[in-house]
């Protein structure tokens, strides 16, 4: 087992009832991994295809000694508990989706297995990410830029 280290993640929703999606999600992480931190909701649209729903999203935050695609196993089991549904189109597109759960970072860990890429490869672009993980974890650094959230937030401009 590894050694505890802290787990971000983004939790997002913009079909169905967004809010308690993203309290089941809470739930979830709370029954599997124990406490854990939540930053304030983003509402932004969606970003990498067209919807006329924002999305509802926010960072939490846990500790975790698991290795780090036993988290995402456990991570996706919640998100199929909540919505079985996939949020992909047919072509791989992404779709609206009831929740989806992705793993931000891991500590400074750098992880690129063909099933988990950490930190998440879309991190500097998303401000949905940037800002919750920046309110959480102001001081985390991007383990190859060096770069903090607001730093990366600054880049990123409207």
């Avoid at 791989?92 to 759960?101: K, L, M, P, S």
């Amino acid at each position: 087992m590894d050694s505890e280290r802290m787990v971000h993640v983004n939790v997002g929703s913009n079909k169905g009832n967004s809010r308690l999606n993203l309290s089941r999600a809470m739930r979830g992480i709370g029954e599997v991994f124990g406490p854990y931190e939540i930053s304030h909701v983003v509402t932004s649209p969606p970003w990498g295809f067209k919807s006329n729903r924002n999305f509802l999203n926010m960072g939490i935050q846990f500790l975790s000694s698991l290795p780090a695609e036993e988290i995402l196993d456990k991570l996706l089991k919640i998100q199929q508990d909540i919505s079985p549904s996939s949020h992909r189109t047919p072509s791989g597109g992404y779709a609206d989706r009831e929740i989806d759960i992705d793993i931000v970072a891991i500590a400074d860990e750098v992880i690129e297995t063909e099933k988990l890429k950490v930190p998440h490869p879309h991190l500097a672009e998303r401000r949905f990410f940037l800002e919750p993980l920046e309110e959480l974890a102001p001081s985390w650094q991007h383990p190859l830029t060096g770069e903090t959230a607001a730093e990366m937030l600054s880049k990123l401009g409207d």
